[in-house]
C-alpha cells in the first residue's frame, strides 16, 4: 500500500508539471491571438489615416451661441488649425471648418465618433462675384442634423457611424461643422470615396465580427455551464462578457443601430448603464475566483459593497443625467480598480497561480483601458480608435480570465483528489500512528490558535493606529491652525447641534460675532507677522475669559471670531464679551519690537431656537449688531436689546470694519 501511495504522489506531481506546462502554452496562444488582433488595429489606423481630412480649423464656442448666421462674424485669427478634432469632456460647442477644392457625389463625409448628441453639417459656396468674409458672400448647398439626440432612421445615410454625401460637382466648397455632446466630445473627420468606404468597411466588419462573435462565443458557454453546474462563477463572468460587449456596441453606434434605433432616450444612457453593469459583474466575479470570502473576508465585503454601488448607478443611470454619471463612473473607477489590482497582486504574491491570470488579465484591460480613457478625455492624441485598443485588451483579459476559471478548477480538482489520496494513507496508517497524528493534530490546533491571535493582535494595532491618525486628521480639519481655536466650519456644525438642542430643551442660546478694530491698519503699518501674532494674543485672551464647559470659540474668517454660548440668555452673554473687550482693551502685544494695541467690537444676540430659520436669522442679527458696534465708535458690544437705540448709528456706517 505505501508503494502504490507514492506511485500515486509520482504521478500527481507529473500531472502538475504537464498542467503547468500546458497553461504556458495557452498563454502564449493567447499572446498570439491578441497580436493578431493588435495587427488589424495597426492596419485600420493606417487606412483610417490616409483619408484623414486636413487641415481643418476649429473655432470653440464657450458661450454655446453661435449660429450658422453669425460664425462668419468670428474672427479668422480665432479659428486655429486642428489635426484630430479630439476635445475632452466639455459642455461647448465646437465648430469646424474645412475648405474643399471640389466635391463630388461619389464621396463621403465620415464623421468617426459614433456618440455624438447633435451634428449639423453644411456645405457651402461663395456668392460669385463677391470677396470678403460676411456671412452674405455664401450660400447654404445642402445642410443635415445628425446626432444620437434624433432618431437613427433620420440619419442622410443608414450606418453605425455619421456619415454625409458630400455635394455633385461642387467647386470652391466649404464644409462646416457644429458638434456638442455631454460626454467625451471628439469628431475625427475622414473624406472617402464610396468603393475605398466600401473596401474599409468590410475589414472594419471583419474585426468587429470576430471580436463580437468571440464574446458571444464566451458568454454562450460561460452560461451554459452555469445551466448544467448551478456555479455562480460562470453566470457573473457571462454578465460581465455580454456586458462588456453591450458597452462596445453602444460605443460604436451598432447597438443604437441594430437595437433601440427608436430610442434617443435610451441611447444616451446606455454607455455608463452598460458600463456599470459590467464593473458590478466584475466585482462579484473576481471575489469568487479568488475565493474572497473565505481567503479575505474584508476584501470580500469591500467587493461586495462596491459592486452594489455600482448596481445602484444603473439604476441612477436611468434618471441622473449622462454627464454627471459619466463623471461619477470616472470617479469610481479610480477607486475600484487599484483594489482589484492590489488584491490580485497580494494574491501572487502568496503563490495563487488562479491569481496570476487574474493579474495579468487586469493589467492588459487596465492599460487598454487607461489608453482609451486618456485619448478620449483628450490627455492624449491617438492616431488610431482608441476604443480598437480596448477590444482588443477586452479580448485578451477574457482569454486570460478563461484560463483562471480553468486553472481554478484544475486546482480544485487536484486538491480533491489528493484529499483522497490523503484519506487513504490516513486510514492505512491510522492504526499504526494514532497517538502521533492526534498529537500532531494538537500541536497544528495550537500553532494555528497562535497566528490566529497573533494576526488579530496585528490587525487591531493596525486599526487603532489607523483610528488615531483619523482623529488626528479630523482635529485638524476643525482647528483653525493659528489661533489654535475652532474653524469656521466645525462651529457651523456644532451651531447647528446647539440650535436642536435649545429647540429641544426650550433654553437659550447665545452667539457673538467679535471683530478686531482697524485690524488692516495693523497689517499696514507693522506687517502682517505681527498681524497674526495680534490674532494669536486676541485667541489666547478669548480662551482665558470664556471658558465654560461647552461654550464654542471659533475663528470666524480674518479677523473676525465667533462665540456660541448655550443656556445663556443676553444679559449674560453681553456681561462676559464686556469682561472679554476690557481684557482686549488692556491687553498689549509686543511683537517684533512693536508695542500694539487694539481694541474689539462686538455684537451678541440669544433666543430660544424654535424652528430651523431661528439660527440662520441668530448669524445675520449678531451681524448686523457687530456694525451697530462699530457705528457706536467701535470697542464696544451692542445687544439685541440696545438694537433699536442703536439703529440710527447703522444708518451712519459705512461697511468697513
Given at each position: 500500500m505505501r508503494i502504490e501511495y507514492l506511485d500515486s504522489q509520482l504521478a500527481m506531481t507529473k500531472f502538475r508539471q504537464r498542467l503547468s506546462y500546458n497553461y504556458y502554452v495557452l498563454a502564449a496562444l493567447v499572446l498570439a491571438f491578441s497580436a493578431l488582433m493588435l495587427f488589424m488595429v495597426v492596419s485600420l489606423g493606417q487606412d483610417i489615416d490616409k483619408h484623414a481630412l486636413e487641415p481643418v480649423y476649429h473655432f470653440e464656442d464657450v458661450q454655446n451661441k453661435q449660429t450658422i448666421d453669425t460664425i462668419d462674424q468670428i474672427e479668422s485669427k480665432q479659428w486655429l488649425k486642428n489635426d484630430n478634432q479630439n476635445f475632452g469632456l466639455t459642455k461647448s460647442s465646437q465648430w469646424l471648418k474645412v475648405d474643399l477644392a471640389k466635391t463630388q457625389?461619389?464621396?463621403?463625409?465620415?464623421?468617426?465618433?459614433?456618440?455624438?448628441?447633435?451634428?449639423?453639417?453644411?456645405?457651402?459656396?461663395?456668392?460669385?462675384?463677391?470677396?470678403?468674409?460676411t456671412n452674405e458672400q455664401y450660400y447654404i448647398i445642402e445642410h443635415y442634423d445628425l446626432g444620437d439626440s434624433l432618431n437613427f432612421i433620420q440619419r442622410p445615410i443608414i450606418h453605425?457611424?455619421?456619415?454625409?454625401?458630400?455635394?455633385?460637382?461642387?467647386?470652391?466648397?466649404?464644409?462646416?461643422?457644429?458638434?456638442?455632446?455631454?460626454?467625451?466630445?471628439?469628431?475625427?473627420?475622414?473624406?472617402?470615396?464610396?468603393?475605398?468606404?466600401?473596401?474599409y468597411t468590410a475589414s472594419h466588419r471583419l474585426f468587429m465580427g470576430l471580436f463580437f462573435g468571440y464574446m458571444l462565443a464566451m458568454g454562450l458557454i460561460n452560461l451554459f455551464l452555469f445551466i448544467t453546474t448551478r456555479s455562480v462563477l460562470f453566470i457573473t463572468y457571462a454578465g460581465y462578457v455580454f456586458s462588456f460587449g453591450m458597452l462596445i456596441a453602444a460605443i460604436h453606434g451598432l447597438g443604437y443601430r441594430f437595437i433601440w434605433s427608436e430610442s434617443p432616450w435610451l441611447q444616451e444612457r446606455t454607455t455608463v448603464v452598460f458600463a456599470f453593469m459590467m464593473m458590478s459583474f466584475v466585482l462579484v466575479f473576481s471575489s469568487q475566483?479568488?475565493?474572497?470570502?473565505?481567503s479575505s473576508p474584508n476584501y470580500h465585503r469591500i467587493f461586495r459593497g462596491f459592486s452594489t454601488v455600482y448596481m445602484l448607478c444603473v439604476l441612477a443611470s436611468l434618471i441622473v443625467p449622462y454627464a454627471i454619471m459619466i463623471k461619477l463612473l470616472l470617479v469610481l473607477l479610480?477607486?475600484?480598480?487599484?483594489?482589484?489590482?492590489?488584491?490580485?497582486?497580494?494574491?501572487?504574491?502568496?503563490?495563487?497561480?488562479?491569481?496570476?491570470?487574474?493579474?495579468?488579465?487586469?493589467?492588459?484591460?487596465?492599460?487598454?483601458?487607461?489608453?482609451?480613457?486618456?485619448?478620449?478625455?483628450?490627455?492624449?492624441?491617438?492616431?488610431?480608435?482608441?476604443?480598437?485598443?480596448?477590444?482588443?485588451?477586452?479580448?485578451t483579459e477574457t482569454l486570460l480570465l478563461a484560463l483562471a476559471i480553468a486553472t481554478s478548477y484544475s486546482v480544485q480538482r487536484l486538491e480533491t483528489k489528493k484529499a483522497h489520496q490523503d484519506s487513504a494513507q490516513n486510514e492505512l496508517l491510522a492504526m499504526q500512528a494514532q497517538d502521533e497524528v492526534i498529537a500532531l493534530q494538537k500541536q497544528a490546533q495550537t500553532d494555528l490558535e497562535q497566528e490566529v491571535t497573533a494576526r488579530t493582535q496585528e490587525f487591531e494595532k493596525a486599526l487603532a493606529g489607523l483610528s488615531q491618525v483619523h482623529d488626528e486628521l479630523q482635529g485638524m480639519s476643525q482647528t483653525d491652525k493659528l489661533t489654535g481655536l475652532s474653524n469656521r466650519r466645525f462651529f457651523?456644525?456644532?451651531?447647528?447641534?446647539e440650535a436642536a438642542r435649545s429647540r429641544r430643551e426650550k433654553q437659550p442660546l447665545a452667539i457673538a460675532l467679535l471683530d478686531i478694530d482697524h485690524f488692516k491698519k495693523i497689517n499696514d503699518n507693522y506687517g502682517h507677522q505681527c498681524g497674526d501674532d495680534c490674532l494669536i494674543a486676541f485667541a489666547n485672551t478669548l480662551k482665558a475669559v470664556i471658558k465654560r464647559p461647552g461654550d464654542l470659540l471659533s475663528r470666524y474668517g480674518g479677523e473676525e471670531f465667533v462665540v456660541l454660548l448655550p443656556n445663556t440668555n443676553v444679559d449674560g452673554a453681553k456681561n462676559v464679551l464686556e469682561q472679554f473687550r476690557s481684557a482686549i482693551e488692556n491687553l498689549q502685544v509686543d511683537t517684533q519690537g512693536h508695542p500694539i494695541k487694539f481694541t474689539v467690537s462686538a455684537g451678541v444676540t440669544?433666543?430660544?431656537?424654535?424652528?430651523?430659520?431661528?439660527?440662520?436669522?441668530?448669524?445675520?442679527?449678531?451681524?448686523?449688531?457687530?456694525?451697530?458696534?462699530?457705528?457706536?465708535?467701535?470697542?464696544?458690544?451692542?445687544?439685541?436689546?440696545?438694537?433699536?437705540?442703536n439703529s440710527q448709528a447703522s444708518n451712519k456706517t459705512s461697511g468697513t470694519r
Open positions: 457625389n461619389n464621396q463621403l463625409l465620415e464623421i468617426d465618433y459614433a456618440m455624438l448628441d447633435s451634428v449639423k453639417v453644411w456645405f457651402r459656396s461663395k456668392k460669385e462675384g463677391i470677396s470678403g468674409v453605425d457611424k455619421f456619415l454625409v454625401p458630400l455635394p455633385n460637382d461642387a467647386a470652391d466648397v466649404q464644409l462646416l461643422l457644429r458638434v456638442q455632446s455631454d460626454g467625451p466630445l471628439k469628431a475625427p473627420l475622414k473624406l472617402w470615396s464610396k468603393q475605398d468606404y466600401v473596401v475566483i479568488l475565493q474572497l470570502k473565505t479610480l477607486f475600484t480598480i487599484p483594489v482589484i489590482l492590489i488584491v490580485s497582486i497580494s494574491l501572487v504574491l502568496k503563490g495563487s497561480a488562479i491569481a496570476k491570470f487574474f493579474s495579468a488579465a487586469w493589467g492588459v484591460l487596465l492599460l487598454s483601458g487607461l489608453t482609451a480613457a486618456a485619448d478620449n478625455f483628450h490627455w492624449i492624441n491617438l492616431s488610431i480608435d482608441s476604443s480598437y485598443l480596448l477590444m482588443v485588451g477586452a479580448t457651523e456644525e456644532q451651531f447647528v447641534i440669544s433666543r430660544v431656537v424654535t424652528d430651523e430659520q431661528d439660527s440662520e436669522k441668530m448669524v445675520t442679527l449678531a451681524d448686523k449688531l457687530l456694525y451697530l458696534a462699530k457705528g457706536a465708535g467701535r470697542n464696544c458690544v451692542v445687544s439685541s436689546q440696545g438694537m433699536s437705540a
